[in-house]
T-cell receptor, first 115, second 114 residues
Framework: DQQVKQNSPSLSVQEGRISILNCDYT??????FLWYKKYPAEGPTFLIS?????DKNEDGRFTVFLNKSAKHLSLHIVPSQPGDSAVYFC??????????????FGTGTQLKVEL | KAGVTQTPRYLIKTRGQQVTLSCSPI?????VSWYQQTPGQGLQFLFE???????NKGNFPGRFSGRQFSNSRSEMNVSTLELGDSALYLC?????????????FGQGTRLTVV
């Protein structure tokens, strides 16, 4: 049962344009969402997060939007840079109610930013 | 501030052997979680330790175990290794304050079982 889904395995955008990565979840207990960036053979790097009490969080070029009613979140990267090329994982936590810091990850989206 | 340190970075083991992986969390972080990454299954949660106690456990067989020491350092052990245990094993540490589960990952240990 895949509780966090990233339906696009890959995305290709041009340098300078916007990258939009999408994530859907099914578990209503999830109350905190995170995005990670990962290069091969390395650990994921934390990018940005959002609590379920918010619908938007911004950090530099990265913005995460949360639509609780649709159980959907998205990561916007503007402007996209070649160094952004990596696999992006969406993760969710049920927080205190779910017990501990267990993160449930999506399957990832490979972003390629082309010159 | 030093990040999460995992040792060793690479391991090759034979089927049936056991292996121990080590993780030193970020200073001040009390929660340590372990994840397995494989091409077919993605990132799967193994278990979480907090104050030397296992607080949460994923859906893995009992061959996978772990522990946490008083200084928050953690080890995970896999006994009777199988070929399917070949994976990147990732450790993550969290401050564990309030409702923020932000986790910071180490570079991982690449385990190959032959």
């Amino acid at each position: 049962d895949q509780q966090v889904k990233q339906n696009s395995p890959s995305l290709s955008v041009q340098e300078g344009r916007i990258s939009i990565l999408n994530c859907d979840y099914t578990n209503s207990m999830f109350d905190y969402f995170l995005w990670y960036k990962k290069y091969p053979a390395e650990g994921p790097t934390f990018l940005i997060s959002i609590s379920s009490i918010k619908d938007k969080n911004e950090d530099g070029r990265f913005t995460v939007f949360l639509n609780k009613s649709a159980k959907h979140l998205s990561l916007h990267i503007v402007p996209s840079q070649p160094g952004d090329s990596a696999v992006y994982f969406c993760a969710a936590s049920a927080g205190v109610l779910g017990g501990g810091n267990k993160l449930t990850f999506g399957t990832g989206t490979q972003l390629k930013v082309e010159l | 501030k030093a990040g999460v340190t995992q040792t060793p970075r690479y391991l090759i083991k034979t089927r049936g052997q056991q292996v121990t992986l080590s993780c030193s969390p970020i200073s001040g972080h009390r929660s340590v979680s372990w994840y397995q990454q494989t091409p077919g299954q993605g990132l799967q949660f193994l278990f979480e330790y907090f104050s030397e106690t296992q607080r949460n456990k994923g859906n893995f067989p009992g061959r996978f175990s772990g522990r946490q020491f008083s200084n928050s350092r953690s080890e995970m052990n896999v006994s009777t290794l199988e070929l399917g245990d070949s994976a990147l094993y990732l450790c993550a540490s969290s401050l564990d304050e309030g409702m923020n589960p932000e986790a910071f990952f180490g570079q991982g240990t690449r385990l190959t079982v032959v």
